[in-house]
């Protein structure tokens, strides 16, 4: 990486800053880039331990992973665990649970924490989007009372938090009246209830029974585990189904982007006379350059459906053509980040970032296809028995109401096709066709995952305007800003 310009790393120089959710994906780029571009910059990160591994550990064995690994081999080994060691502090907590006290010393802090599923249960969703900011901020605000500062708060959200709407975004404070302790309150009323009616005998009789039948042979104890490892799954699954109702209800397509939603007025009202900056990045993708072109961890949103299609398993998909796919490379994100720490707006006066490349630099859902397309093509995966290589037919894509009447279609044949072969004899024709129903009924399940949990994002004819991003884009050096005109999509 070049060596950052004067006035951005002046900016920062000598300041301590907070991180959270340093474990995730934006969190490990941004306190990559503090270690190797910012030496006279200071971190606390907030981070939780797990069974038998404390958080200092953790902190160690994040900082051993490949995002890192340029700046070690850059510094060294011995001046890398040196510099984490002289210049990383680590309050470990759960900020869902509580906050300790904070150092009185932080300058600026980047809430990164979050849960990232789509779908998880609605009180989970709100014990980290929201709790967990409330939580945090109460913290920062302590601190600063003790000490007198007046730190900048940086909170990560989501583009998406507008909504399920249409036309242009701005980046400005969100236009709703949801109350979100309110809603808070009903989330953790729901665990409540549904985990009351999972224990009336009806349904423990149920799901006991259908244990009986696949772990009976194993004893008492294979039967019990199993009833309640039932209990709670069909537990998170309603409360799975409780948040996406409840989100889709009031305007949001899940209740991912409806917690956020709520996490951003809930740092609204709880930072209050502290400086705030809500940057809000749409889908972070793998990195353009930093710390190396294509650095990624884990499966993100559109990855899936790329792997999908690669392995023959995606044929079609939900979405509109010309529908915008708003893809922006985690380090451009970084360096939006980094830029707004440093550029803190009047107490009482949030700053309201886009970080983004559909109103710059739009990438459609056609020609995102076609390059998948065209990729697999030239890059085929092997076959799975290593004979050949998948050759994945095109993808149809197909309006929300065509997807649903094919699923609907495809569905129900599935179910009859399934019920006729258990009453076939057993042969090898019968064999042959059951690998190619379970094969087909891969792909159903897939296009019903797909566009149940995309069909919203695939569908969008949104634009979230993006000009006090590019004013900020400005003030950065060449090479480390925010400006997704510089992707090449091919």
């Known amino acids: ?44 990160t907030v ?9 200092e550990e953790r902190l160690d064995e994040l900082v051993a992973k490949p995002v890192f690994a340029p700046w070690r081999e850059r510094v060294g080994e011995d001046e890398a665990r040196a510099a984490v060691r002289n210049r990383v502090r680590v309050v470990a907590a759960d900020i869902t649970d509580s906050v300790p006290e904070l150092p009185d010393d932080v300058d600026v802090v980047v809430h990164g924490a979050s849960i990232v599923s789509f779908d998880p249960p609605i009180d989970e969703a709100f014990a980290t989007n929201v709790v967990g900011t409330v939580n945090l901020y109460e913290a920062v605000r302590r601190a600063a009372e ?9 909170h990560v959200s989501t583009a998406y938090v507008a909504g399920s709407r249409k036309g242009i975004v701005a980046e400005t404070a969100l236009d709703h009246d ?19 009616a999972s224990r009336r005998p009806e349904v423990l009789g149920r799901l006991r029974a259908a244990a009986l039948r696949e772990q009976g042979k194993a004893g008492p104890a294979a039967v019990a585990a199993d009833t309640e490892r039932r209990r709670r799954e069909e537990v998170d699954s309603r409360l799975t189904d409780y948040g996406r109702e409840r989100a889709r209800s009031l305007g949001w397509p899940d209740v991912y982007t409806f917690t956020k939603a709520l996490g951003e007025r809930a740092a609204e009202q709880t930072v209050r006379d502290l400086p705030l900056s809500i940057v809000r990045p749409a889908i972070v993708e793998s990195a353009l350059r930093h710390p190396y072109p294509g650095w990624i961890d884990g499966f993100k949103m559109a990855d899936p459906l790329i792997l999908a ?31 707004a720490a440093a550029r803190p707006p009047e107490p009482g006066d949030p700053a309201y970032y886009h970080v983004g490349s559909g109103a710059r630099n739009p990438l459609t859902l056609q020609r995102l296809v076609e390059l998948v397309q065209d990729y697999f093509a030239e890059h085929p995966l092997p076959a799975p028995d290593g004979r050949g290589a998948i050759r994945p037919r095109e993808v149809t894509l197909l309006s929300d109401g065509r997807a649903a009447k094919v699923l609907g279609t495809a569905e129900r044949a599935m179910d009859l096709a399934e019920r006729a ?14 690998r190619t129903l379970h094969k087909q009924g891969r792909e159903v399940r897939t296009l019903r995952r797909y566009r149940d949990l995309y069909g919203a994002y695939g569908a969008a004819e949104v634009v979230y305007a993006d000009s006090r991003t590019l004013a900020l884009d400005r003030t950065l050096p060449d090479g480390a800003g925010c400006d997704s005109a510089v992707i090449d999509w091919d």
């Open 146 to 154: 003790r000490s007198g500062r007046s730190p900048h708060v940086v």
């Open 47 to 55: 981070l939780r331990g797990r069974p038998g591994v404390t958080a």
């Open 1 to 44: 990486m070049s060596v950052l310009e004067d006035s951005v790393l002046e900016d920062l120089a000598g300041r301590t800053v907070l991180l959270t959710g340093v474990t995730g994906f934006i969190g490990q780029a941004l306190l990559e880039r503090l270690l190797s571009g910012y030496p006279d910059t200071r971190v606390v």
């Open 178 to 196: 949801v109350d979100w302790a309110t809603e808070l309150e009903y989330a953790v009323e729901a665990r409540r209830s549904v985990e009351r």
């Open 421 to 434: 072969l258990m009453i076939l004899p057993s042969g090898d024709r019968t064999r042959g066709w059951q």
């Open 309 to 339: 299609y690669g392995q023959g398993m995606l044929r079609a998909l939900s979405g509109i053509p010309d529908g915008i796919v708003d893809i922006i490379p985690v380090d451009l994100v970084v360096n939006a980040l980094l830029g």
